[in-house]
Each structure stands twice: as structure tokens, then as C-alpha cells.
């Protein structure tokens, strides 16, 4: 589709559901006047959502630390000089609390993170239950894991897990310079099962690693070429660690940021698209413009996995401001 057939869209066929989007299209995408993209991004948005409501989710580090991969930007790799001390796998108590408080403060997601290549022996069957602890709290559930077999993401399934999420972090051509331990295609290799299971995929990745606007494209034909697109599609910022690769890593220009976000929400008009990790580094305006961008989701609580993220007040009085209404 060329571009000029992009802007004559009537109005009623904006968003239409397309899995084979071509780079050259993306990349016009991302090179329209700032402006024109924020108003296609809303209308695409305006198409299948309350502009105003936004998906809220906590999450938990059930397993922090100590993994064998060695993803660049992760303080959580033993490749790595972050000063995390491991923590072995959560009490099935301590999560259920965790999700309990978490409900209270206006969370309807209870995501649960663990820092391992893939789940293995008890440690997987104590993560069933707190599947099935959570969901008994009233919240909708999502885990990552890492790698996941058959067998697991079937058991998952039945344990009642809503969603799984597995990113596929960058592009495929840049994916070589993040990550050596795991390949791209062992990444798409578990989506598929999650997928295949009947689980709900939330898949995306994080841009700001010194990737090109070129990668940014690759990895968002990537992510809208799943039939069908993965239900949330969390577009996290990088978050400089002290100690990882990516320490030092240049600031990506904020405006690119918020045309990532509109090009996933144009891609994937159905999604949720959140607004994931890099919130403690933007200001309020900044996120505002990522709301506008299509973003509907955020990670709400003041810790991410390892790394801070704003306080449920000031995100309370954001939304306040916003007249925009948790879901
Ligand atoms: N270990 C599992 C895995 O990687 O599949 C699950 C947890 S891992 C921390 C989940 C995701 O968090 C990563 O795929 C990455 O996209 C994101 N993430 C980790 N560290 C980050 C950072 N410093 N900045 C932005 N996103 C990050
Ligand atoms: C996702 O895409 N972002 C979240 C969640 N999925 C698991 C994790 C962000 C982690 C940021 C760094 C940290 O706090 O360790
Ligand atoms: Fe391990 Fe996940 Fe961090 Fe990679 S992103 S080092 S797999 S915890």
C-alpha cells in the first residue's frame, strides 16, 4: 500500500487488521510530520478503544536476579557488574499479599516476572499456584519466564494464566548485539507455543539500546506480522543500568519515543500498547503525548522488576489531570 493510499482512507476503513505490513510502509509511518502521525495514531486508536481509558497492571519480581542469559540491557544477568543481590523464588504467600495490595490500589493485572532462561522443576509447579492464587485475588494474571515448552505453557494455561509475556526485544538484524544466549527465533519459537496454548500474548520491546530508526521498523514489522497480533505490545524505553552494557547508551530523542508508540498503535489497532518501562525518566507532558500517541496501558507501582518507577500517587494525579480513567 502506498502512502498516498494511507491518507485517503475514509475514515470508517482507518483500521482495518493487516498482518503483512511492509518496511517501506512503516517507514513512512515514522517519517510523517509529527502532527499527521498523532492524528492517524488517534483515529486508529478512536476505532477500537475509550480514548481515555487506560489498561493498568502492577508488577512483581518473583525471582529476581542470579540469570544465565546475557541480555545487555538487564541488570539481572550474571554477565553483568549491576550490584543486584539474587533472590531465590517468592513464598506463594508473600505473592498472593503482593497481588492482594496491588488489586487495592487499582491494579486489574498482576504481572509476575522471574529472572531464569526457562522455568524448570519445583520452582514451575510452586508458579502454578501462585497462578491460581492470584486469580483467587480478583486479578487478571500474566508471567514471564523466559523460554517456554509445550507442556509448560499448556500447564500454565490450566492453571489459568491470562496472558504470557515474551518480548522479542529489538530487531531481528540488531537482536545479535543485546543478546548471544538465546536466539531470535527461540523467541518466536515460545510465542507460538504460548499462543498455540490458548494464552494471551503480550510481546514488544524496548528501544533506546543505540538501535537505528531502521531496527525500530524491523522490530514493529515483526511484532504486527503475528497473525494475530499479540494482545499487549509493552514499548519499554531503556532503562540505564549502572553496570550493564548499555550503562552509558545515548538518550533516544523523546519524540522518537512517542513515534514508536503511534507506529504500534497504527500496526496494531486492536492491541493494548503500554507504556511500559523509561516512565521515570519522562515527565508528565512526555507521557501525556504517549497517551495521544494510542498508548492504553502503563505498569502502575513504584518498582518495575528491579528499577523504580513513579509512585501510584503522582501516576494517580497524572490520570486526574489527564481525565484519563484506570481500567
Ligand atoms: N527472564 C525472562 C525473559 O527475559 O524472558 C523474563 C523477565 S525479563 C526482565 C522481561 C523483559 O523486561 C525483557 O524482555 C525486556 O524487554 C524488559 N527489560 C529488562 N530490563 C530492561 C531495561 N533495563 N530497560 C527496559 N526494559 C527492560
Ligand atoms: C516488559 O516488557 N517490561 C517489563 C515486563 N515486560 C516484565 C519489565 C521492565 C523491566 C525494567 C527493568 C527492571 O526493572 O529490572
Ligand atoms: Fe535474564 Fe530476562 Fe534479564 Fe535476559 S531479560 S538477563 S533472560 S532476566
Redesign the pocket.
Known sequence: MSQTVIDSHPRSQNSPLRFDWQEVEIEALFELPFNDLMYRAQQVHRDYFDPNEVQVSTLLSIKTGG?P???AY?P??VHHESALEPESLMDIEAVADAARTARQAGASRFCMGA?W?NPRGRNFERVLEMVERVRAEGLETCMTL?MLDEQQSRRLRDAGLDYYNHNLDTSPEFYGEIISTRSYQDRLDTIKRVRDAGINVCCGGIVGMGETRADRVSLMQQLAGQKPHPESVPINLLVRVEGTPLADQADLDAFEFVRSIAVARILMPQSHVRLSAGREQMNDELQALCFLAGANSIFYGEKLLTTPNPEADQDRRLFERLGLRPA
Open positions: 540469570c542469559e546475557d541480555c538487564c539481572q544477568s529472572a532462561r523466559g
